[in-house]
């Protein structure tokens, strides 16, 4: 059974920097491509960012390129979110989530996650 565990979250100010990370078990990381969500109150749950197998892939939303940057260390079974110049409309509850039989290019799509975990909250004061 493969068990997401999201960390790094945390209040934070208007334009400062955080690291969330997601750390999977229960079977090889290496199998998945990976992505972050994020849920902010009352709001559908949004794709932030993909990367593929081995990392070659990164996709992400149009909201987080160039502030955001994901990444992956296979030997670590960890996935990375760093985002920069953090704004209010960040706030949310950041989701970890992995996918087989899939692309990263795909990975936007909720249909096509296998696994979710619970959810690290950010919250971004002005």
């Known amino acids: 059974q493969v068990q997401l565990v999201e960390s790094g979250g945390g209040l934070v100010q208007a334009g400062d920097s955080l690291r969330l990370s997601c750390a999977l078990s229960?079977?090889?990381?290496?199998?998945?491509?990976m992505a972050w969500f994020r849920q902010a109150p009352g709001k559908e749950r949004d794709f932030v960012a993909a990367v593929s197998r081995y990392g070659f892939t990164k996709t992400y939303a149009d909201s987080v390129k160039g502030r955001f940057t994901i990444s992956r260390d296979n030997a670590k079974n960890t996935m990375y979110l760093q985002m920069n110049s953090l704004s209010p409309e960040d706030t949310a509850n950041y989701f970890c989530?992995?996918?087989?039989?899939?692309?990263?290019?795909?990975?936007?799509?909720?249909?096509?996650?296998?696994?979710w975990g619970q959810g690290t909250q950010v919250t971004v004061s002005s």
């Open positions: 989530a992995a996918a087989l039989g899939t692309t990263a290019q795909r990975m936007n799509d909720r249909q096509a996650i296998n696994y």
């Open positions: 229960g079977r090889t990381f290496s199998l998945y491509n």
